[in-house]
Nanobody, 115 residues
């Protein structure tokens, strides 16, 4: 019902910036939350940032002060602005939304930070 398309990943040097985008399509009226997660090979998918319908944001400690999540008013697009990137930020980043009490995941976009 809801599909997510992520973009913006790539290779960047340490200290650089990237902006990830997530565009939702389909029955987007049911989306009531947006978030970003990341995963490295052999590890669990970990929470990075989220934004609530009321605009409240939350971040995992390791990205506070460096990453910023935002969204459009329609809850159709979310962004993850990543500044001061570190090699340990290297991962596949996944957009996620909550829609009709279900979690929908994007396909993931690779972020690689070189040292």
């Amino acid at each position: 019902q809801v599909q997510l398309m992520e973009s913006g990943g790539g290779l960047v040097q340490a200290g650089g910036s990237l902006r990830l985008s997530c565009v939702a399509s389909g029955n987007t009226a049911g989306i009531n939350g947006m978030a970003w997660y990341r995963q490295t090979p052999g590890n669990e998918r970990n929470f990075v940032a989220r934004i609530t319908p009321g605009g409240h944001t939350d971040y995992t400690d390791s990205v506070k002060g460096r990453f910023s999540i935002s969204r459009d008013i329609a809850m159709k697009t979310s962004y993850l602005q990543m500044n001061s990137l570190k090699p340990e930020d290297t991962a596949v980043y996944y957009c996620a939304v909550t829609a009709f009490s279900r979690v929908v995941w994007g396909q993931g976009t690779q972020v690689t930070v070189s040292s």
